[in-house]
């Protein structure tokens, strides 16, 4: 909020205050129930003592422009727009209750929201941290970069097409053998999901998951309708997605390489085995593929390298390596589907990010990409080194967990299943926040995904040991 | 397309052909039912004789890889899995055809597609023209950019802190007064509607809009099952709305500045009119205010500027100006609505890309922005003089239109119903690319949008005289 009090003013600063909340309301921009932050938040900004804020909120709330609610905080009153302002507005409360996308968990919206806070300790962030980031070569790499005229129009359905040749030999080296055409360049990986979601599927298709599933987390496939359901993958796979398919439309989510929220890798033989079961069943994969590069050792070939009849939506992105600033993925995948996501892309916000598409060229051409991923490793892996000796020392007796073979993530398993909301929410408390395991999987009061990428070694460290004596 | 034959092989061209055909068959890249590019396009790609590629599809025929459809064009053969390649693959069709989201229009897909193809000349296209994009100075100013750590990680959920406060001071030239936490960065205005429609509204909700209206040309509130309603402004315009709206949830889309497709500006007492009713009705409004900057006389406040019940969702875009390549436009709007759309947007794409709100931050905070305005509208100016003036000299016996006030159109009307779908596929063989009235309006067969922001004005020139001679 940009807002502060004049200390020059004629007015007090606590009227002044009153007279900013009411202008506010006044205004429209906070409507009728909208909460207002809390007096803590209101002094920071105000640079003011809470007691002054405090003033400033009786205030109103004697003259009915602010009602409390216990234990939840101070909104704007129900009556105000009868009583202040005679006046009606737009019930946007019943808009938003009554449309159609689902809003995110409250967990997640929480952890979206004190993500944005400087000061707490983030232990779950699935992003790199910012000293990971090459920040000062991306900056040096703009002055590179020549823009062509036609470059920065509207982009052509499938995006740029410079860049899409760029990843066909990008692709290559992971064993994909593709053509520009066969290529959608999409704002991310969450992106294409929702594409596919609206493209391909119909209400009540379903959407077969491992458990847990990093989908479980956020919805694009429910949000439209479709069911989801988590699967073992053992010996019985096929009957079971036989049984529960019947001659519906269904897709198959995996991540084989690097799970998230677990850290798996899958065998080369389990990638054969669920591409045969779904392959009989024409039941379409979608593999997942986003972490590939941040393996610490050489990884097995994708399930899409051997994919012969068009079977697979492979998804690639720079948003785990690079910078999730940029906002680019990828999709591979037959030609008809290609073509019928970019056209839902072209209706939907008329393609990526142009600047960000020639960023992302020129690093992956000029070779500054794989030299990067170079360097990444080797500090994932320090940091991984790092954070499992925390756990040797400390956490032997509550928890267990499989060291990382690469990516971000630990998933580590408490003993006890104490990872609920209560946890989550006394942990924010003392300023670290967490992805406990029940995002991911709803029954889940066991794990966290535990990683190491983001935070720094320090915050890792006493955020760790915060939980630990929360949970003793 | 990237594959070429080798000259230096030991197979034929036409061999070669037919095993690249075979591969990206049996790769699953080209499914059953895949139509295939023209004997021409391949021609062009392979860099042979028609004669060659003729001779390689006519083998493919005869062995039932492939299949021709009369006046259509050549198709993987149906039966080409059981015969070949003895495997199944999905149904992708059945997959596209069964799905949530509606396909573009025919003829706006041809305009896509046709929109890539360099040798065509765009009348109706509504974007700059390269020439008019400041391509140079784009480039130029990537080498100011300094980018922070923190910048180009995931963004917040409403978008760069930095560019929503820049845009309160450039809003506030527009009259509008807002705050940071009232704006939502979106990757273009196209997105902003995307979101409101699966945010705001549910199936069955009404969007009210003008006849003609640029919403009938994309349709992010019909694919998500919102019923479109054209309705006059007119004195009745209010008994009007109540009677059809009842209890349902409603919106009314309009651009009050430089409408698309028309070129129109309401006045100020129309904007106040429509405000009135629909505050009354509490029908929220979306004032799509993308083309102010390009208004050749100073423009009137826009709807938002005297919106005291938080009643208007204001929309706002780079696109039309500075570059679509950016990816970037704003959503105005009370709190709440705000936090759901950003809510619904980490859900869909994570933010938009941080480099494209840096490049934006930096133009419109430096001024830059402004200068380019400026001059940006001269150009426009001239080029609208321009087309006026042959439009003047060959057009007055047939059709009939109003000098431009700004932006890129002229909405052009034919005294005969000429402009149908064939007058649209005829020009197109003449390389000439129209956006016809009737993707605006169904049942208009009248009008052309006609735009003098893209082609040069030699094609324009060319382009112009073409479809006098096809409408003689």
Not at 83 to 94: A, C, F, G, I, S
Request: net charge positive; proline share 4%; charged share 20%.
């Amino acid at each position: 909020m940009s807002w502060k009090p004049n200390r020059h003013s004629h007015l007090t600063i606590h009227e002044q205050i009153v007279e900013w909340i009411k202008s506010r309301i006044e205004r429209g921009d906070w409507t009728v129930g909208t909460k207002l932050p809390t007096q803590r938040q209101l002094a920071a900004q105000c640079e003011v003592n809470r007691s002054t804020v405090q003033l400033a909120l009786d205030e109103l709330r004697a003259d009915g422009w602010l009602e409390s609610k216990v234990g939840s905080g101070v909104y704007v009153a129900n009556n105000v727009w009868n009583m202040h302002l005679r006046k009606v507005q737009p019930n946007w409360k019943k808009h938003i209750e009554s449309s159609i996308y689902k809003p995110n968990y409250h967990t997640i919206q929480l952890i979206n929201e004190f993500e944005q806070n400087d000061r707490i300790i983030r232990l779950g962030t699935g992003e790199l941290s910012p000293e990971l980031l090459p920040t000062k070569l991306l900056e040096q790499s703009l002055q590179e970069i020549s823009l062509e005229q036609k470059a920065i129009g509207y982009s052509s359905p499938q995006g740029s097409e410079k860049l899409r040749g760029i990843l066909c030999k990008y692709l290559k080296a992971r064993g994909i053998e593709t053509a520009p055409e066969n290529i959608l360049i999409v704002s991310g990986a969450l992106q294409a999901l929702q594409l596919i979601a609206m493209g391909l599927l119909e209400q009540g298709s379903i959407v077969f998951q491992e458990q847990p599933s990093y989908l479980h987390s956020v919805h694009p496939f429910q949000s439209a309708g479709m069911r989801m359901i988590s699967v073992l993958r053992n010996s019985r796979l096929g009957g079971h997605l036989r049984k529960i398919k019947r001659n519906r439309q269904s897709l198959f989510y995996c991540v084989p390489t690097l799970n998230n929220p677990t850290g798996h890798s899958w065998s080369l033989e389990e990638k054969k085995h669920l591409y045969e079961v779904c392959k009989e069943l024409q039941i379409p994969i979608i593999e997942d593929d986003v972490y590939h590069e941040l393996l610490f050792q050489r990884p097995s070939p994708p399930i899409k390298s051997f994919d012969t009849s068009g079977q697979v939506l492979y998804i690639g992105s720079v948003s785990k390596t690079l910078s999730p600033g940029l906002r680019i993925g990828w999709v591979v995948a037959p030609e008809p589907v290609v073509k019928r996501l970019a056209d839902i892309k072209m209706q939907t916000d008329y393609g990526s990010s142009a600047f960000s598409q020639e960023i992302v060229a020129h690093w992956i051409s000029t070779g500054l990409y794989d030299i990067h991923l170079e360097n990444l490793r080797t500090q994932l892996k320090k940091r991984a080194a790092f954070v499992e000796g925390l756990l040797e020392q400390h956490f032997q007796k509550v928890a267990s967990w499989k060291n990382s073979e690469g990516g971000f993530y630990i998933w580590l398993r408490f003993h006890e299943p104490v990872v609920n909301k209560a946890l989550f929410l006394k942990l924010l408390h003392y300023h670290v926040l967490i992805n406990p395991g029940y995002i991911y999987e709803t029954r889940d009061l066991h794990h966290i995904r535990l990683s190491y990428a983001y935070a720094s070694l320090e915050e890792l460290k006493e955020g760790l040991l915060t939980l630990l004596e929360l949970i003793k």
